[in-house]
């Protein structure tokens, strides 16, 4: 059974930068894509990026721009770099795999816990 376990959240202020990992038991990202959602007090779970089994990358027009999602193969995780950070980007951020990743949560099989991302003003 895959697991995923997200860490890397904080608090950070207005234009600065996070990088969230999520760590995968097995060998999930060498063998299936991976996404980022999130979700903010009040709003609704929200597709932030995914990445592909053969590495192609798609962004949120939110954080296009901004954020960069990777992997690292050897290391079974997957990353979030979030630059230039924004108020609107305060959430839980959840990390999930699947064979075929999309912009589509209900792509997904497996999911972490979530981290919580706090931007100040």
């Known amino acids: 059974q895959v697991q995923l376990v997200e860490s890397g959240g904080g608090l950070v202020q207005t234009g600065g930068s996070l990088r969230l990992s999520c760590v995968a038991s097995?060998?999930?990202?060498?063998?299936?894509?991976g996404g980022w959602f999130r979700q903010a007090p009040g709003k609704e779970h929200e597709f932030v990026a995914y990445?592909?089994?053969?590495?192609?990358?798609y962004y949120a027009d939110s954080v296009k721009g901004r954020f960069a999602i990777s992997r690292d193969n050897a290391k079974n995780t997957m990353y979030l770099q979030m630059n230039s950070l924004k108020p609107e980007d305060t959430a839980v951020y959840y990390c999930?795999?699947?064979?075929?990743?999309?912009?589509?949560?209900?792509?997904?099989?497996?999911w972490g816990q979530g981290t919580q991302v706090t931007v100040s003003s």
């Open positions: 999930a795999a699947a064979p075929r990743a999309t912009y589509y949560s209900s792509n997904y099989g497996y």
């Open positions: 097995g060998r999930t990202f060498s063998r299936d894509g």
């Open positions: 990445i592909n089994s053969g590495g192609h990358a």
